[in-house]
């Protein structure tokens, strides 16, 4: 179908499950962060299903077309998986400058990196097993994972995000033999530190992707917007990604009001195009929707949309989450009526 709809990845969490004023309270944790959880852990693992349940049956309520889990178990988008590798301290900490330039936590690594088991696998084959739409899952990309650490083992940056990609590559690969349709990795850092995603970060990708058959989605972003609020009107890095085997990339248009044009350079890929603006409560019309897909269809065929908000909808509230991606499911309905 013409302009199918997706969420990037995460949607609201439940209240009931993690304390959401102490998650916007902070950055998003790169180590494990259990004291977020309103659950007792003897029970979590059956919260986790019943909130990932919830998920599934709004987006599906919402219309959307591709569902994702939510990524209800996870603390962040990134730390179950970078904190699930051999190579890592967790009981004690590193420390390593945000993207805004802040001081973090992060995990220590102590030894070479690699992927022990299968992390997220369960996740996929629960979402498999409770929706008949098409699924995409995310894992974090291993550029973004090499700038989220304190590095104490590896003389070579370079080095290091290799042997993440190394991981990531065998998580994708679990990730479509358990019934995954898209597997997206969310590399966040190339937009924040592009000379180095340049310099050494591309290659990762394209080691992550190395031998991958199946659809493969990149989401590039300038960070949450209920914690970053300063937006460029472009991207530091994006026609790169042209060089790689990747099927689709997510980008967002809607906050920054990116200049569409830029998406000619991305020739051949699908764009998942953000058309929600996550910095402001307010929900939007659905024709404010069908504008913003408009303004990309002179840059980028319809046959080579997903229509999607900009970045993940983990900080909303839920009924502001569920608001925005109806409306969004619908701005997609009035341009995909219009085409036909």
């Given at each position: 179908?013409?302009?199918?709809?997706?969420?990037?990845?995460?949607?609201?969490?439940?209240?009931?499950?993690?304390?959401?004023?102490?998650?916007?309270?902070?950055?998003?944790?790169?180590?494990?962060?259990?004291?977020?959880?309103?659950?007792?852990?003897?029970?979590?693992?059956?919260?986790?299903?019943?909130?990932?349940?919830?998920?599934?049956?709004d987006q599906e309520k919402a219309g959307l077309d591709i569902i994702t889990d939510?990524?209800?178990?996870?603390?962040?988008?990134?730390?179950?998986?970078?904190?699930?590798?051999?190579?890592?301290?967790?009981?004690?900490?590193?420390?390593?400058?945000?993207?805004?330039?802040?001081?973090?936590?992060?995990?220590?690594?102590?030894?070479?990196?690699?992927?022990?088991?299968?992390?997220?696998?369960?996740?996929?084959?629960?979402?498999?097993?409770?929706?008949?739409?098409?699924?995409?899952?995310?894992?974090?990309?291993?550029?973004?994972?090499?700038?989220?650490?304190?590095?104490?083992?590896?003389?070579?940056?370079?080095?290091?995000?290799?042997?993440?990609?190394?991981?990531?590559?065998?998580?994708?690969k679990d990730l479509f033999a358990a019934g995954a349709d898209i597997v997206q990795?969310?590399?966040?850092?190339?937009?924040?530190?592009?000379?180095?995603?340049?310099?050494?970060?591309?290659?990762?990708?394209?080691?992550?992707?190395?031998?991958?058959?199946?659809?493969?989605?990149?989401?590039?972003?300038?960070?949450?917007?209920?914690?970053?609020?300063?937006?460029?009107?472009?991207?530091?890095?994006?026609?790169?990604?042209?060089?790689?085997?990747?099927?689709?990339?997510?980008?967002?248009?809607?906050?920054?009001?990116?200049?569409?044009?830029?998406?000619?350079?991305?020739?051949?890929?699908?764009?998942?195009?953000?058309?929600?603006?996550?910095?402001?409560?307010?929900?939007?019309?659905?024709?404010?929707?069908?504008?913003?897909?408009?303004?990309?269809?002179?840059?980028?065929?319809?046959?080579?949309l997903v229509i999607a908000p900009d970045c993940g909808l983990k900080y909303l509230?839920?009924?502001?989450?569920?608001?925005?991606?109806?409306?969004?499911?619908?701005?997609?309905?009035?341009?995909?009526?219009?085409?036909?």
């Open positions: 179908m013409l302009l199918p709809t997706s969420l990037v990845g995460s949607y609201a969490q439940p209240d009931w499950l993690i304390d959401k004023e102490k998650l916007a309270g902070r950055f998003p944790p790169r180590v494990r962060a259990t004291d977020l959880w309103r659950v007792d852990e003897q029970f979590r693992e059956q919260a986790f299903d019943d909130a990932t349940l919830l998920a599934i049956r939510g990524e209800m178990r996870r603390e962040s988008y990134s730390n179950r998986f970078a904190t699930a590798l051999e190579g890592v301290d967790l009981e004690n900490h590193g420390t390593a400058l945000d993207r805004s330039g802040e001081p973090t936590p992060v995990p220590r690594l102590t030894g070479k990196i690699r992927r022990m088991h299968a992390v997220e696998t369960r996740d996929v084959e629960f979402l498999r097993a409770n929706t008949d739409r098409m699924i995409k899952i995310t894992v974090p990309g291993p550029f973004t994972m090499s700038q989220q650490v304190q590095n104490e083992y590896y003389d070579d940056e370079a080095e290091m995000a290799h042997d993440y990609a190394v991981a990531v590559n065998a998580e994708i990795i969310d590399e966040p850092y190339m937009q924040a530190r592009p000379e180095k995603a340049r310099e050494f970060g591309l290659a990762a990708v394209k080691t992550a992707l190395d031998g991958v058959n199946g659809r493969t989605a990149l989401h590039i972003c300038f960070g949450y917007a209920a914690l970053i609020h300063e937006r460029p009107e472009g991207y530091n890095f994006l026609p790169e990604l042209a060089e790689t085997s990747l099927n689709d990339v997510s980008i967002e248009k809607a906050q920054s009001n990116l200049d569409c044009k830029v998406l000619e350079k991305l020739d051949g890929k699908t764009i998942i195009l953000g058309v929600l603006d996550l910095s402001t409560h307010d929900i939007e019309d659905p024709e404010t929707v069908a504008q913003r897909i408009r303004r990309a269809l002179p840059h980028v065929p319809a046959e080579r509230p839920r009924d502001i989450a569920f608001g925005k991606m109806k409306a969004m499911a619908e701005g997609a309905a009035i341009v995909r009526k219009e085409l036909s």
